[in-house]
């Protein structure tokens, strides 16, 4: 059974940092590419960041561009987000995903197979 635990959410205050990981069991994502969503109330489900297997290419959603990294460590299985000066507008429920079903480095949630239950970010003014 395949599972995508995440952890390293909370509660904090804007401009603080938070690290979000993401382990994966049940099968090797070593050769996947591994994303992050986030989920704000009353709205859809949105691409934060996403990288590469190997860790060479990776995306990020313009609204994080320099504040978030993302990143991975393939022998643990796990993938990392980084999240610097954060803002209320970070607010959400972030989820990981994994297993892109077309092989590619993608930004789309409907081509992830595999996702995490989700853990709140909550950033305060």
């Known amino acids: 059974q395949v599972q995508l635990v995440e952890s390293g959410g909370g509660l904090v205050q804007a401009g603080d940092s938070l690290r979000l990981s993401c382990a994966a069991s049940?099968?090797?994502?070593?050769?996947?590419?591994m994303g992050w969503f986030r989920q704000a109330p009353g709205k859809e489900r949105e691409f934060v960041a996403v990288?590469?297997?190997?860790?060479?290419?990776?995306y990020y959603a313009e609204s994080v561009k320099g504040r978030f990294t993302i990143s991975r460590d393939n022998a643990k299985n796990t993938v990392y987000l980084q999240m610097n000066s954060l803002k209320p507008e970070d607010t959400a429920v972030y989820y990981c995903?994994?297993?892109?079903?077309?092989?590619?480095?993608?930004?789309?949630?409907?081509?992830?197979?595999?996702w995490g239950q989700g853990t709140q970010v909550t950033v305060s003014s």
């Open positions: 995903a994994a297993g892109s079903r077309l092989g590619r480095t993608t930004t789309r949630a409907d081509e992830y197979d595999y």
């Open positions: 049940g099968r090797t994502f070593s050769r996947s590419a």
């Open positions: 990288i590469s297997w190997s860790g060479n290419t990776i």
